[in-house]
């Protein structure tokens, strides 16, 4: 799989909602026919955050809310993902059906 079309297809599952990194890894291995890992997902994921393209957050339980975090955590498992504005202009460039 080309890593551009992981980051499309990581893009297209936070597009529309916060997401899991478990519930992005389906959709993206459901999308592939399960042409790639777990581990491919959660890096993807990083880079995208570090690009800005996407934002991390903790889900705050107490105030019932995401709250966004500062920079990439080293875990991203139990972490929260949804797509920024750059992000967004970026999935709509250059999504073509997948």
Same mark, same amino acid.
């Given at each position: ?12 599952a ?8 478990e519930s992005?890894?389906a959709?993206? !291995?459901? $999308?592939?026919h /399960?042409?790639?890992?777990p %581990?491919?997902? @959660? ?5 995208? +955050? !570090?690009? $800005?393209?996407? /934002?991390?957050?903790?889900? %705050?339980r107490e @105030? ?5 975090l +500062?920079?990439?955590?080293a875990t991203?498992?139990?972490?929260w993902f949804s797509?920024t504005?750059?992000g ?9 059906d997948?």
């Amino acid at each position: 799989m080309k890593v551009a079309l992981l980051t499309l297809h990581c893009l297209n599952a936070v597009a529309d909602d916060y997401e899991s990194l478990e519930s992005i890894t389906a959709d993206v !291995r459901r $999308a592939t026919h /399960g042409d790639v890992s777990p %581990d491919d997902v @959660a890096a993807c994921l990083g880079d995208l +955050a !570090r690009d $800005a393209l996407i /934002g991390v957050f903790a889900f %705050d339980r107490e @105030a019932r809310r995401y709250v966004p975090l +500062a920079g990439v955590p080293a875990t991203l498992a139990d972490k929260w993902f949804s797509i920024t504005a750059q992000g967004r202009d970026e999935l709509r460039t250059n999504w073509v059906d997948q």
